[in-house]
């Protein structure tokens, strides 16, 4: 049976007298519930939740999938209801828009009073509108009780929501419909996440810190100039230098902040099938198998601001990080011999620039800190 049959089978039903204060009635057809007419446009007035329609021999008939996660956020925003079972012969599916609003609503109260930002890898898609068409990538999901936040391009800040005001523009129903998949497929990860973040980046810490580990081993046995890959499922990782070098030899390479423990280990390039085929061509490489059985998600990967293209006319000098007496730590540069003003920095970024020796890495991260922080001035 097809969504439309169900639901012009349970307009048939004779429906509840809509009286003031009377409690939604949701349909129960085989675990998936669904409100129709008024009561469908009671939750979409109150909650912001997609609302479908169809029309069939010149009447229009309106429903909303509400999904299990969104009943524990009615439970919890107090919204009463009543649910009336409707035998159905098979199956339907339930995946909506609405869910995936009731996924991020439920996160959302999860949150409380704490912001969170859940990084996402390898996911990119197609904005296409009249007169242009953007490729963008999908890096990182903000949820606090307020709001939804989107980062796309590790720059774009897009709100998706702001209270119950869902914003239904053309460019962000096209990335709320994009990320549905994913937040179906992380979403018990991304509950935990929220729920008790400090245990979920312990864990990160300790299964990425081995993975680093076997990289450092087998660097040990190789040359220097010979590209460690620690293969995780059907992608590539490699550490440090050897990730500002995969980077610099392959431009769609891009660099992502790893949790681990100890003082190295921060900077990993991620490499795709195809990137890996082509650094063959073109440098030395040895692979090692983690037997990595997670999903990639669990890594925690949160790309790099070093992925940010910069003006390379502007070239700064004597960029250094300083810790101060506070303990806190600025930048410092110079450009045309000028000394540019000293700018506070995140200590976390400032405790790992300071403590690095001389590398690649270094001088990678020096180099798009001082243009991140200074460009915009520059250039005025």
């Known amino acids: 049976m097809s969504i439309q049959k169900l639901v012009k089978e349970l307009y048939k039903c004779c429906p509840i007298p809509d009286k003031a204060g009377m409690a939604l009635v949701l349909y129960d057809t085989r675990g998936?519930?669904?409100?129709?007419?008024?009561?469908?446009?009671?939750?979409?007035?109150?909650?912001?939740?997609?609302?479908?329609?169809?029309?069939?021999?010149?009447?229009?008939?309106s429903y909303m999938i509400v999904s299990t996660i969104g009943i524990?956020?009615?439970?919890?925003?107090?919204?009463?209801?009543?649910?009336?079972?409707?035998?159905?012969?098979?199956?339907?599916?339930?995946?909506?828009?609405?869910?995936?609003?009731?996924?991020?609503?439920?996160?959302?109260?999860?949150?409380?009073?704490?912001?969170?930002?859940?990084?996402?890898?390898c996911q990119s898609t197609i904005i296409e509108s009249i007169g242009y068409?953007?490729?963008?990538?999908?890096?990182?999901?903000?949820?606090?009780?307020e709001t939804v936040v989107l980062c796309i391009d590790n720059s774009e800040q897009i709100e998706?929501?702001?209270?119950?005001?869902?914003?239904?523009?053309?460019?962000?129903?096209?990335?709320?419909?994009?990320?549905s998949a994913m937040i179906k497929e992380q979403f018990a990860y991304l509950l935990s996440f929220i729920q008790d973040p400090k245990q979920v980046i312990k864990d990160q810490k300790l299964q990425n810190t081995e993975l680093y580990k076997r990289y450092i081993n087998?660097?040990?046995?190789?040359?220097?100039?010979?590209?460690?890959?620690?293969?995780?499922?059907?992608?590539f990782l490699t550490f440090d230098d050897d990730a500002i070098t995969a980077a610099s030899l392959h431009r769609n390479i891009l660099l992502y902040e790893c949790n681990v423990i100890g003082y190295r280990g921060r900077t990993v390039a991620l490499i795709e099938i195809s990137q890996y085929q082509a650094l063959q061509q073109i440098t030395s490489i040895s692979v090692i198998d983690?037997?990595?059985?997670?999903?990639?998600?669990?890594?925690?990967?949160?790309?790099?601001?070093?992925?940010?293209?910069?003006?390379?006319?502007?070239?700064?000098?004597?960029?250094?990080?300083?810790?101060?007496?506070?303990?806190?730590?600025?930048?410092?540069?110079?450009?045309?011999?000028?000394?540019?003003?000293?700018?506070?920095?995140?200590?976390?970024?400032?405790?790992?620039?300071?403590?690095?020796?001389?590398?690649?890495e270094i001088n990678a991260l020096l180099?798009?800190?001082?243009?991140?922080?200074?460009?915009k001035s520059i250039m005025k």
């Not at 601001?305 to 390379?312: E, I, R, T």
């Open 290 to 360: 983690s037997h990595y059985t997670h999903p990639l998600y669990q890594l925690g990967l949160k790309e790099s601001f070093m992925n940010h293209q910069y003006n390379q006319q502007i070239i700064y000098t004597g960029v250094a990080i300083r810790k101060c007496k506070t303990g806190d730590y600025v930048i410092i540069a110079a450009y045309n011999g000028t000394a540019l003003p000293e700018t506070f920095i995140s200590n976390t970024l400032g405790a790992y620039i300071i403590n690095l020796p001389d590398s690649k």
């Open 32 to 61: 998936m519930l669904v409100a129709i007419g008024k009561d469908a446009d009671k939750l979409y007035l109150t909650l912001g939740w997609e609302l479908s329609d169809f029309a069939d021999e010149g009447l229009i008939y």
């Open 218 to 235: 087998e660097k040990a046995q190789t040359q220097a100039d010979t590209l460690v890959l620690v293969k995780v499922q059907n992608i």
């Open 72 to 121: 524990k956020v009615l439970q919890q925003l107090g919204i009463e209801y009543q649910t009336i079972k409707v035998p159905v012969s098979q199956d339907i599916d339930g995946e909506s828009l609405a869910t995936t609003q009731q996924a991020l609503d439920y996160l959302r109260l999860q949150a409380g009073s704490h912001s969170f930002t859940y990084p996402f890898v």
């Open 367 to 375: 180099v798009s800190l001082a243009h991140q922080t200074y460009d």
């Open 133 to 145: 068409i953007r490729e963008v990538r999908i890096t990182s999901l903000t949820i606090s009780r």
């Open 160 to 179: 998706l929501i702001s209270g119950h005001e869902w914003n239904f523009s053309h460019t962000e129903v096209t990335l709320l419909s994009y990320i």
